[in-house]
């Protein structure tokens, strides 16, 4: 079946712009993730979904970055006024309802995110 | 979240067995050890996890230590595929929670 998708593959932008980065997880994921990672680091979170609402924000480093996931699934993480810092590679996960015995996390193959 | 420590790199000769070491000493009693690989240019992906018994999947194998400070995730036939960041992490119980990531153990594996 179809995995995690994130668009778009790779986002180019200039400092100060606005962009949104999407994430599509597998069908019948209730958990949703984000996470971001710099050259040479482990992935570090951001947010987490729980159906519609976010049931942990407390990864967010300020308060330029926002994700929405108003119909729980497809999600969207927004950032305004992007500054050279947020360059990084955006991941998205998903897993499935809380009853799995795992709760593995499918990831994406994440969005490239470069801010000149 | 209770932290582990992993080498930062380790290399390996193809059709070789690999034993990638993760200390968690600080770990409670209602941790998981999950172990995730990320390939070169991909998202992370699951590979193995357990809790108290040595556990054995289709990718790998996971030895846990009678005492749970220590675990080793075990590949038993290297191939230039299994050339990836593995990353040992510890997980509550308690149900869906964010992955606390550290660096990884680099793994390079040499034909």
């Known amino acids: 079946g179809a995995g995690v998708s994130q668009t778009p593959s790779n986002k180019v932008t200039e400092k100060g712009k606005y962009v949104e980065l999407r994430c599509d997880p597998i069908?019948?994921?209730?958990?949703l993730y984000w996470y971001r990672q710099s050259l040479g680091q482990g992935p570090e979170f951001l947010i987490y979904f729980q159906g519609t609402g976010a049931a942990d924000d407390s990864g967010l480093p300020n308060d330029r970055f926002f994700a929405v996931r108003p119909e729980g699934s497809v999600s969207t993480l927004k950032i305004q006024r992007t500054e050279r810092g947020d360059s990084a590679v955006y991941l998205c996960?998903?897993?499935?309802?809380?009853?799995?015995?795992?709760?593995?996390?499918?990831f994406g193959p994440g969005t490239r995110l470069t801010v000149l | 979240d209770a932290k582990t420590t992993q080498p930062n790199s380790m290399e390996s000769n193809e059709e070789e067995p690999v034993h990638l070491p993760c200390n968690h000493s600080?770990?409670?009693?209602?941790?998981?050890i999950h172990w995730y690989r990320q390939l070169p240019s991909q998202g992370p992906e699951y590979v193995i996890h357990g809790l108290t018994s040595n556990v054995n999947n289709r990718m790998a194998s996971l030895a846990i230590a009678e005492d749970r400070k220590s675990s080793t995730l075990i590949l038993h036939r290297a191939t230039l595929r299994d050339a990836a960041v593995y990353y040992c992490i510890l997980r509550d119980i308690s149900g869906n929670t964010p992955l606390v990531f550290g660096k990884g153990t680099r793994l390079s594996v040499i034909a």
């Open positions: 069908s019948g994921h209730t958990a």
């Open positions: 600080t770990i409670s009693g209602t941790d998981y």
């Open positions: 996960a998903s897993s499935p309802p809380l009853a799995s015995l795992n709760n593995e996390q499918f």
